[in-house]
């Protein structure tokens, strides 16, 4: 399958002809949810969910599903009944002929202060590909061939990054979530999480492709 990194934490993916996009949220380009055939959101937050995002995708392919969160399809089921569908933890289903399981239940903590929301991370194809959303969550029991980390962001700090593909010990990883990283500061990570990360990991700038799978 291809995939084509957008800006933040969103991601297309295409296979046999048909199109899954992750997380189109706010940070994401205007049009990244268009053409989908399917479309994943893993929780709530403006950088992961934008709902103008998902119109313009669903609008754009009357054919088009969701499959999120019970606090995402509250929003946009009745606008588009029948094609949103909410997923947890341990469900498995077929969406543009990706076969996805569902891991996670939590938001990583903020601030203790900060109520934890839900998040839910997609696997595809048997591990082929893994986006967390924002949590660093490890699929138990499965291999991961490419993981989508999330390198940069409020609630996570280098070390944990770097423990975090060490655990899931991917074939490689490749950066999401990096919007708010600073181009000056990109070095630093690549080259901490390249030496300790005990994996292949790189990036893709926006628009960018690989195969993966």
Not at 64 to 70: C, F, P, Y
Not at 172 to 201: C, E, F, K, V
Request: contains cysteine; aromatic residues 6%.
């Amino acid at each position: 399958m291809e995939l084509t990194k957008k800006t933040h934490a969103c991601v297309r993916l295409e296979k046999d002809g048909q199109t899954l996009v992750i997380d189109p949220g706010v940070f994401s380009e205007a049009d990244a949810a268009v053409g989908a055939d399917a479309i994943l959101v893993t929780h709530e937050h403006r950088d992961h969910f934008n709902e103008d995002r998902l119109r313009a995708g669903m609008e754009a392919n009357p054919g088009a599903e969701i499959w999120t969160l019970a606090s995402v399809a509250e929003q946009l089921s009745a606008a588009f009944p029948g094609r949103v569908h909410t997923v947890g933890e341990g469900d498995t289903f077929t969406a543009a002929g990706f076969e996805v399981e569902v891991h996670g239940q939590l938001h990583a903590v903020i601030h203790p202060d900060i109520p934890r929301i839900t998040n839910v991370g997609y696997l595809l194809d048997g591990g082929a590909v893994f986006h967390p959303g924002d949590a660093l969550t490890v699929p138990q029991g499965r291999t991961v061939d490419t993981l989508l980390l999330p390198v940069h962001a409020p609630w996570n700090k280098v070390a944990e990054v770097i423990d975090y593909v060490r655990e899931v010990a991917p074939r490689r990883a490749i950066d999401i979530h990096d919007s708010l990283l600073q181009d000056h500061a990109r070095p630093i990570y690549d080259t901490m999480i390249d030496q300790l990360g005990g994996t292949d990991h790189g990036r893709l700038t926006p628009g960018g492709s690989t195969l993966v799978g």
